[in-house]
């Protein structure tokens, strides 16, 4: 059964730091990873998506990268900025139908 | 383009009560899966429609039943309502296979009392 973990469960840090959020997966065979961003009480947007072929995927500030083999991905956010709070969670699917969630990551970046 | 909607926002139910929720997917896409999460974990999945059939379910009893209709847009009924199933409902919609995005809508948070 794939389990997902994140660490830290939260995280603080002041505006303008750099910071990274880590995935891990116990099982290693995953069609992708994606990376959601959920605020309070809201649905999920999708911010990257990682195939198991790739090794990292950037948009704008962001970051992911992705070692199948270890189990484990991360979400580098560069310069961070106060509109960056919100929890973070990444998702394994290893095919077309369910995606696997971690508990996400409580990211409060302070002005 | 017009994205995932889901509709009602909010919805409270007694315990033993029914409940529908509904999810229209994004132009195109022909998939729609259904997540339950609660309060500060991370989404769970329930099962997915392609095609109006049920395409794969997760742990959840059979209380819990679906419907796709041929535009593509799904039902979530619950039956039997329990304290525990209080908790936001997620709808997500993509186009068929392995490798492509779902996109999420917003949600239903649905308390039962």
């Known amino acids: 059964k794939q389990e997902v973990t994140q660490i830290p469960a939260a995280l603080s840090v002041p505006e303008g730091e750099n910071l990274v959020l880590n995935c891990s997966f116990t099982d290693s065979a995953i069609y992708n990873l994606q990376w959601f961003r959920q605020d309070p009480g809201k649905g999920l947007t999708s911010l990257l998506l990682?195939?198991?072929?790739?090794r990292e995927q950037t948009s704008g500030r962001l970051n992911a990268s992705l070692d199948k083999s270890s189990g484990r991905s991360t979400l580098y956010i560069a310069a961070s900025q106060p509109g960056d709070s919100a929890t973070y969670l990444c998702a394994v699917s290893k095919g077309a139908q369910k995606l696997v969630f971690g508990q996400g990551t409580r990211l409060t970046i302070n002005p | 383009e017009t994205g995932v909607t889901q509709s009602p926002t909010h919805l409270i139910k007694t315990r033993g009560q029914q409940v529908t929720l509904r999810c229209s997917s994004q132009s195109g896409h022909n998939t729609v899966s259904w997540y339950q999460q609660a309060l500060g974990q991370g989404p769970q999945f329930i099962f997915q429609?392609?095609?109006?059939?049920?395409?794969g379910r997760g742990n959840f009893p059979p209380r819990f039943s679906g419907l796709q209709f041929p535009n593509y847009s799904s039902e979530l009924n619950v039956n039997a309502l329990e304290l525990d199933d209080s908790a936001l409902y997620l709808c997500a919609s993509s186009f068929y296979g392995s490798g492509n995005t779902q996109y999420f809508g917003p949600g239903t948070r649905l308390t039962v009392l």
């Open positions: 429609y392609y095609r109006e059939e049920e395409n």
């Open positions: 990682i195939q198991s072929s790739q």
